[in-house]
Structure formats: structure tokens, C-alpha cells
């Protein structure tokens, strides 16, 4: 499960980092490498993001990098979760938030 807030309507520079390493997957024919395709297809991964806006659509891009990515690396995407928070232990309050969040792990889990 892949966690980030969301920093003026796009993910954080380090997840963006981390997300460009993935990279040396592929050889120069953007094909995964042959010794990586094995642990990379079918791979579940979730995504959980988090903006201060109440309008959580501001986080569809993010989501959509991570659609795109799992299409191309052959990946099964498990869910997204877009949540509001502002201030520190606001999600916590978030009862359907939280029920998403852990329902994302079991499926990621499972």
C-alpha cells in the first residue's frame, strides 16, 4: 500500500522520486526486463491519498499515475482511497475513511 498527501494538487517530490527509480525495470524498448517481470507481474498495490481540500478529486491525478503505472508494469491495482485531512488526527475521526483504508490492506493482503 502506497500512501501520499497531496501537495499542491500533485504527489510529494519523494514519491515522485520513488516512483522514477522504477525505471531500471525496463530496459531501452520500455519492456520490463526479463528478470524483473516475474516479480513485478501480478504484484498487488493500493494507494491511499490524502489532500486538505473537502474536494478529494484533486487527488485524481496521483491516482492516475499509479492506474498507468500498474497498467504498464503488469501490476493489479487493489484500490485507491481519496481522503480530506487539514489538521493532524483528522482522518483518524473519519470512520468510513479508516473502514476504506483497512478494507484497501486486506485486499492488498490477500
Not at 32 to 52: A, D, F, S
Not at 65 to 73: A, Q, T
Amino acid at each position: 500500500i502506497h500512501a501520499v498527501p497531496i501537495y499542491i494538487y500533485s504527489m510529494t517530490a519523494q514519491m515522485k522520486a520513488y516512483l522514477d527509480r522504477w525505471c531500471a525495470f525496463y530496459d531501452a524498448d520500455w519492456k520490463c526486463q526479463k528478470e524483473y517481470l516475474p516479480e513485478m507481474t501480478g504484484k498487488k498495490i493500493g494507494l491511499i491519498t490524502v489532500c486538505g481540500d473537502q474536494d478529494t478529486s484533486i487527488c485524481s491525478p496521483t491516482e492516475d499515475v499509479f492506474k498507468n503505472l500498474c497498467k504498464f508494469c503488469q501490476m493489479e491495482l487493489v484500490g485507491c482511497l481519496q481522503a480530506s485531512a487539514y489538521a493532524r488526527g483528522e482522518v483518524e475521526k473519519n470512520k468510513e475513511a479508516m473502514q476504506a483504508a483497512f478494507k484497501l490492506g486486506q485486499d492488498g493482503a490477500s
